[in-house]
């Protein structure tokens, strides 16, 4: 069906011709609701009854107005379970029934009724089933201007009424005002601020049915406010029928650090803390006409005892310049009085299970539907939420499908409640460790052996910091690495905007994911040059009160800061498939109580690996015994724990017409791009290939690009190129992935 044509050029006929609709085109509509109409509403159980003539007298008392029948030779009745949902599904089936009459030539009426459950009772139907809807229908009288029909209605009231069926429909210019009746002045510009959006809300109003096909009312907008006025015959500044435009929402992506917001010179809101999300509700805030938004920033930088990664006032070397204030998206969002503030899905492959914690704003009723490829694979209908609730799915056996790198298969999910609805999408996978024949411990995914080659990503990008140019950049990059054969990135000292873990999550790239290193300050002579020097022996130094102080969690508070940061880390990415593994700490900066920072994250989430410490430092916890290797001979022992090499490498070169601003740092300089491939082919192939037969089951370069100084990236800081050969980076990889199949067999 033409849908926008049958809209357009339907009326509502309430005069029809004495002549039924043949048998034929009756069992046709009937078939219509059954296999097309329902799929409109799949969260209710419907039936449709046809009518005759003969069958009307029951209706008379109960539906039409003033409960008095217009005479139609037919009547559609859409029978529905009882709930929420009943008036708005209801609604959808029946315009969609009506649509079709329309285009088989039919003509038809919606009639009202004040008790579906006394239309039932008269009809004689079940009492699991109400009556939602009903519409005359037949052939309509060809009457072309207006029909004058004196009738008395069942409560004995004279009605006189003017029936004006073919005049056109008003067009949206003509039924929306700004700021007071009857004025368009200033309209086409408030409009323009919205693009299409209101527009094409008017315009869906606009083609409603309407009482006698008049269209009797209009839309003002006053400020923020948007009312559907009723229109008499002589209007006036009496409105009502102001339209509930809900809650206004406005969201942050990330702010660093310290944000205070300011809606009409009022403070809003505050929030701490430069990496993660927040919300605040704006609603009783805004006023009439033009509102202000001031968002006041706060950066301590280097300074202070919170998360800042890499920042620093005064770059160099390893450390970066620092960035402020927003850094990410800012949107704002129109939601009703009951809507879900949280969701949090938890797969469970062994059970084939999927958990749901949703949070609502009011007790409602909610559905939860999960697809795959677009078939629906599992359901829970209507379930009672009193504010919080878990919901557990079970997927059937032949609808199991595993995430991985090579496979990244995600299931799509819809949670609905009666005004919101929100979509979205998980996986099911699986991280374990397990022995191998030869009692060496690896990572599986899914219960298999799973290679980890990957590059040390810092994020950093030469025109906008922490801030990527666009979205496509994103994903250039994370092709690209794909491309050259490599299946992780570990995301070092930084949390990336959830864009970029969602394209993770669709490419099948795999993310460990570090805590933001902060604290006191950075004592680089303790924490990088004398444990360098010195690694063998200070390394594996004891997690003690004394050595707190060194690493820079000195201060009960900033202990108490670094524990709300990872729960606000872990909640913030937790549903994105593509995390493998946390990583609490790295090279001992900010360390401490390393056992309990584990214990946090299992609490938190116990469906990915833990690196307690990845580089040094390491109290034995965890599930990887990670090693940082750049000076010494690399030497991999079997352990308790699965072996992972988590950086390495970096070697530097700076490519000519890409060179940094400042000086060139790396672990080892190339002087050519050959001698860059070279390097890097050697030590892939000659020092890290025969560690894999000793357990090494994960592999982290450094690093994904070069970052101001720091040249030792595969690709330069601009990403307009790549340093070494990539078809020897594709060729080593290849050979990697080959050495690790062989040796798991």
């Not at 809209?7 to 048998?23: C, M, N, Q, T, Y």
């Not at 605040?280 to 006409?289: A, M």
């Not at 005892?305 to 704002?332: C, D, E, H, N």
């Not at 490419?507 to 805590?515: F, K, S, T």
């Amino acid at each position: 069906m033409n849908y926008s044509a049958l809209i357009e050029g339907r009326r509502s006929v309430r005069a029809f011709l004495d002549k039924a609709v043949p048998e034929e085109l009756i069992l046709e509509i009937l078939e219509y609701h059954d296999k097309s109409c329902k799929r409109l509403a799949p969260d209710i159980d419907t039936a449709l009854l046809i009518l005759d003539e003969s069958s009307q007298s029951a209706l008379e008392g109960t539906a039409g107005y003033k409960q008095f029948l217009i005479g139609a030779p037919h009547y559609l009745l859409l029978l529905s379970d009882r709930g929420p949902h009943m008036g708005l599904n209801a609604g959808y089936m029946m315009e969609d029934m009506i649509l079709k009459l329309e285009d088989m030539g039919l003509n038809s009426c919606w009639l009202t009724f004040t008790d579906g459950a006394a239309v039932s009772s008269a009809l004689g139907i079940s009492p699991f089933m109400e009556v939602a809807a009903i519409a005359a229908f037949g052939y309509g009288k060809k009457v072309r201007r207006e029909l004058q029909l004196n009738v008395i209605s069942m409560s004995n009231v004279d009605i006189a009424v003017k029936r004006h069926y073919y005049d056109p429909k008003k067009s949206i210019q003509d039924m929306v005002y700004y700021e007071s009746w009857g004025s368009r002045e200033g309209l086409d510009e408030h409009m323009g601020f919205y693009g299409d959006i209101l527009w094409d809300s008017f315009y869906a109003a606009s083609q409603s049915p309407s009482y006698l096909n008049r269209q009797p009312y209009g839309f003002l907008i006053r400020g923020h406010e948007i009312m559907l006025v009723s229109v008499p015959d002589e209007h006036t500044d009496e409105y009502d029928g102001q339209l509930n435009l809900g809650i206004a929402l406005l969201h942050f992506g990330a702010v660093d650090q310290i944000a205070e917001v300011f809606v009409n010179g009022v403070s809003a809101a505050k929030h701490s803390g430069g990496y993660w999300p927040f919300s605040l509700d704006i609603t009783d805030y805004l006023q009439d006409g033009e509102n202000t938004l001031h968002v006041a920033v706060q950066d301590a930088s280097d300074c202070g005892i919170q998360a800042r990664g890499k920042q620093k006032l005064t770059p160099g070397g390893m450390f970066y310049p620092a960035q402020s204030g927003i850094w990410q998206t800012v949107w704002l969002e129109r939601v009703p009085d009951c809507y879900v503030q949280e969701l949090t899905i938890t797969p469970d492959v062994p059970t084939r299970t999927v958990r749901f914690a949703v949070s609502v704003s009011s007790d409602c009723l909610v559905t939860f539907r999960v697809t795959a490829d677009g078939r629906e694979v599992a359901m829970a209908r209507n379930t009672a939420v009193h504010h919080q609730a878990s919901v557990t799915l079970k997927l059937p056996e032949e609808a199991l499908h595993c995430w991985s790198p090579d496979d990244p298969f995600l299931y799509d999910v819809e949670i609905s409640l009666p005004e919101d609805k929100v979509e979205s999408y998980f996986a099911m996978r699986q991280w374990t460790c397990q022995p191998d024949v030869h009692g060496i411990p690896l990572f599986c995914l899914n219960g298999q052996p799973i290679r980890l080659n990957g590059l040390l990503d810092q994020g950093y990008w030469v025109d906008g910091l922490y801030t990527p140019p666009s979205d496509e950049a994103v994903v250039n990059e994370l092709q690209r690495v794909k491309a050259l054969g490599f299946n992780l990135l570990r995301k070092h000292a930084k949390i990336e905007p959830q864009r970029w873990y969602y394209h993770c999550d669709k490419l099948g790239l795999i993310v460990w994911q570090d805590m933001v290193n902060g604290g006191g300050p950075y004592k680089l002579w303790f924490v990088t040059y004398l444990t360098n020097v010195f690694q063998p022996l200070l390394r594996r130094l004891p997690d003690a009160r004394p050595l707190w102080g060194l690493l820079g969690r000195e201060t009960e508070a900033g202990r108490e800061e670094y524990a709300r940061e990872l729960e606000a880390t872990v909640k913030a990415l937790q549903c994105h498939p593509c995390v493998g593994c946390w990583v609490p700490f790295n090279e001992g900066w900010g360390q401490f109580d390393a056992a309990g920072a584990v214990e946090a994250v299992r609490r938190l989430d116990d469906t990915r690996l833990v690196d307690e410490a990845s580089g040094w430092y390491d109290q034995g916890g965890g599930d990887v015994d990670s090693l940082h290797n750049y000076f010494y001979p690399l030497r991999v022992r079997p352990r308790s724990r699965v072996v992972a090499l988590s950086e390495y490498g970096g070697i530097a070169w700076p490519m000519p017409g890409h060179e940094p601003p400042r000086k060139t740092y790396g672990y080892g300089t190339a002087r050519s791009r050959a001698e860059l491939t070279e390097r890097y082919c050697d030590l892939q192939r000659k020092t890290v290939l025969p560690q894999l037969k000793k357990g090494l089951s994960a592999l982290v370069y450094t690093q994904l690009t070069d970052v101001e100084d720091e040249v030792n990236g595969l690709f330069t800081y601009d990403r307009t190129a790549i340093k070494p050969d990539a078809n020897a980076v594709r060729s080593v990889n290849a050979a990697l992935a080959a050495e690790f199949a062989r040796v798991v067999k």
